[in-house]
């Protein structure tokens, strides 16, 4: 039978995804055509959503982007048989912009359906797992992949789990950090909507191999489908046998379950996330001790961002030395980029690490979407550095972003064209930081509110000088006297966009 | 959204049926809110009493988490992403038009029947701006089509 794919993922479907599966299912039900539509991920291509596939037996023709004024001409060029049409876009597979990326994490969004278990192990699910279960040093294996979080700080995946592994405890435990707060970032929610369990799958390894039991993935309240999907897959797992007392069949024992957050950004930071996970306010905890010794409920705690654990899967599978054969210097492994903002062709564009911002922004990106000069680049979300358009020869990696004085952070790239207002974006780097501070520490509870303040003194024009180098004076502070990177790092954004771009540039 | 409508009683079966889980009060919180679109600040001391501890460590929970509502909601609701990806695509200029419509963000709408909330993020950011509209994501938004939504 003919294969229909239509993307289920919220983002696609924020566009019309579920009124094109609806017209296609009705129009073939009318027609007598036999069909089976199924709700795929997304590909992560966003700029052709809605992305319809069609697999008659010979693999995946696409289609897009599709509205549901396109879906009579559909049947009516027969694309169930992949016939011409002016969306035609062949093979899916040989779409460059997919073609070229490298999917490691992303390897099955977007190819099966997020809650069938058959289809997931049909494409390479569970055999980490399986590995994991009989391996002698699942922690060594991590480390010598050269994982880095990827959440935002890049520390090595594996030596926080040796921490783990070797604390003493009677009870440890897995924290997924779903709290995807940065703007510009999309791939955790992507993933979790679109193949839940490579990220049960890479807690349970992580369970395994630290010794902890029970897991807990933290999604920000923002994501109601990711929570939903999560939450079903969950259901599935332990129905299969992946989850429960008896991991596949194992003397394993590992359980999860989804809590969700309550609209705090700051949540995203690991210690304010424990709290918030205990039922408090998700304020941050000095460290130490470090949450690997002491973390939810004062235990043993593992956390990893989303795309950290979702790529433990793979390693575990194909083993340390793929993985680690990929990247650069010591960002090894791929990175899942989002491409964001004001971007002709935006979306998810995993690959290994070190290639350019501007190639990013050209070859996958095809410039803004507005068709403007690109004129400023926020990499890394509402902490990171504006980069100006000089600036972006700079290889994507750990490495090269900190030389530039800018962050990966979790792979998000928002382009800007020149109808941007960089002393705008610098008062909105601190207005964030004021609505979102803890409020644990005074640099950044006071800061924040006071570099608006400043900010609105020099917008106005009163004594620039003087006030620029009160900000200045304001920023070491918050940088040097933060507890953590909220108001630590809010100064990169505030400095880069007026340190890159002229002042009367930026006050026009 | 169907909410019940907030009764003592109903209330504090919601906050039994969590009190045994681990760190139970977010959780508790929540599934009120869920349940009845908002928390009755008036519970507070029996939330505390259930969940065996202080009003004050409930009442600043309660007040720290900006999701959480002490009075009922509008019938819809508009959640607008204000962050940076969709201030690229002119998110700026919604907030501005929405406010010129009756929709000041942050407020109810003029009409009453509409909460405008402003939120950093949705994780729709190459489709942006992007927005919740009762809770379901919507892509490359206007003023124009939000309204159009709210009223339709």
């Known amino acids: ?24 299912a009705a129009h073939a039900a009318k027609a007598g055509i036999d069909i089976e539509l199924r709700r795929n991920g997304s590909r992560g291509a966003l700029w052709l959503e809605t992305l319809v ?22 049947f009516a060029n027969n694309f169930l048989d992949a016939g011409e049409h002016p969306l035609s876009l062949g093979k899916t597979e040989s779409i460059e912009w997919l073609a070229t990326q490298d999917r490691v994490t992303f390897t099955r969004v977007g190819i099966i359906e997020p809650l069938s278990l058959s289809q997931y192990e049909a494409h390479g699910g569970l055999a980490g797992l399986r590995t994991a279960l009989t391996h002698p040093d699942v922690v060594g294996e991590v480390l010598a992949s050269g994982l880095r979080g990827r959440g935002g700080a890049g520390f090595p995946a594996g ?21 995807e707060g940065d703007s510009g970032t999309f791939a955790d929610r992507m993933l979790m909507e679109g193949d839940p369990f490579t990220l049960i799958e890479g807690m349970a390894i992580a369970g395994i191999a630290v010794g902890a039991t029970y897991g ?12 939903e999907t999560m939450n079903k897959a969950i259901e599935v797992g332990r129905l299969a046998g992946v989850l429960g007392k008896s991991v596949l069949g194992s003397d394993k024992s590992f359980d999860l379950e989804v809590r969700a957050g309550a609209g705090s950004y700051v949540c995203g ?21 470090l949450p690997a010794i002491s ?25 340390s030395k793929s993985y680690q054969d990929r990247g650069i210097d010591r960002s090894r492994g791929t990175q899942v980029f989002q491409l964001a903002g004001n971007i002709a062709r935006g979306g998810i564009v995993e690959t290994g690490f070190g290639i350019s911002l501007s190639e990013m922004i050209t070859r996958f990106g095809g410039g803004t979407l507005t068709g403007h000069p690109v004129k400023a680049v926020q990499v890394g979300g509402p902490l990171g550095a504006y980069l100006s358009a ?26 800007f064209d020149q109808s941007v207002n960089m002393l705008q974006q610098a008062r909105f780097a601190m207005e964030f930081c004021a609505a979102e501070s803890c409020g644990k520490c005074t640099p950044c509870r006071i800061g924040a509110v006071r570099g608006v303040e400043v900010i609105d003194r020099i917008i106005a024009g009163e004594e620039r000088e003087k006030n620029l180098e009160l900000l200045n004076d304001l920023c070491d502070l918050m940088t040097e006297g933060s507890l953590c990177a909220m108001g630590g790092l809010t100064p990169l954004p505030v400095r880069s966009a007026l340190v890159h771009f002229p002042l009367e540039e930026v006050a026009k | 959204m169907k909410y019940l409508t907030w009764t003592d009683e109903a209330a504090l079966e919601v906050v039994r049926e969590h009190a045994e889980k681990p760190g139970p009060m977010l ?68 907030v501005k038009e929405l406010a010129a419509a009756g929709y000041e963000v942050g407020e109810r709408s003029k009409d009453g029947a509409t909460d405008v909330v402003g939120v950093y993020c949705l994780g729709n950011c190459a489709l942006g701006p992007a927005a919740l509209v009762d809770g379901n994501l919507c892509g490359r938004v206007s003023a124009k089509s939000l309204v159009a939504q709210v009223t339709s």
Not at chain 2, 37 to 51: D, H, N, R
Request: glycine share 8%; with cysteine.
């Open chain 1, 390 to 415: 000089d600036q972006l020869d700079v290889a994507l990696d750990y490495e090269s972003l900190a030389e530039a004085g800018a962050m990966l952070g979790h792979g998000g790239i928002v382009v």
């Open chain 1, 295 to 319: 973390g939810l409920f004062g235990k043993p705690t593992v956390i990893n961002n989303v795309l950290t654990l979702a790529s433990v899967p793979a390693i575990m599978k194909d083993g």
């Open chain 1, 269 to 289: 930071e690991e210690t304010a996330m424990l709290e918030s996970l205990e039922g408090k306010r998700g304020m941050v905890r000095p460290k130490p001790p």
């Open chain 1, 53 to 74: 596939e069609v697999d008659n037996g010979d693999g995946r023709f696409a289609y897009g982007p599709v509205t549901p004024a396109d879906v009579d001409s559909l």
């Open chain 1, 216 to 227: 807990y993935i933290y999604i920000r309240s923002e994501y109601p489908s990711a929570i």
């Open chain 1, 159 to 179: 030596i926080k789990w040796r921490t783990v592994l070797e604390a003493a405890g009677d009870q440890k435990y897995v924290v997924c950090n779903a709290d």
């Open chain 2, 27 to 94: 959780l508790t919180l929540q599934a009120l809110q869920e349940r009845f679109g908002y928390v009755e600040t008036s519970l507070l001391p029996s939330i505390a009493k259930e969940l065996n501890v202080s009003r004050a460590e409930v009442h600043g929970v309660l007040t720290y988490y900006s999701d959480f509502r002490t009075t009922p909601p509008a019938s819809r609701q508009i959640h607008l992403c204000v962050a940076e990806a969709c201030q690229a695509l002119g998110v700026r200029d919604v």
């Open chain 1, 1 to 24: 039978m003919t294969i229909v794919y239509v993307p289920g993922d919220s983002a696609a479907r924020s566009i019309g995804a579920d009124e094109v599966a609806a017209l296609i």
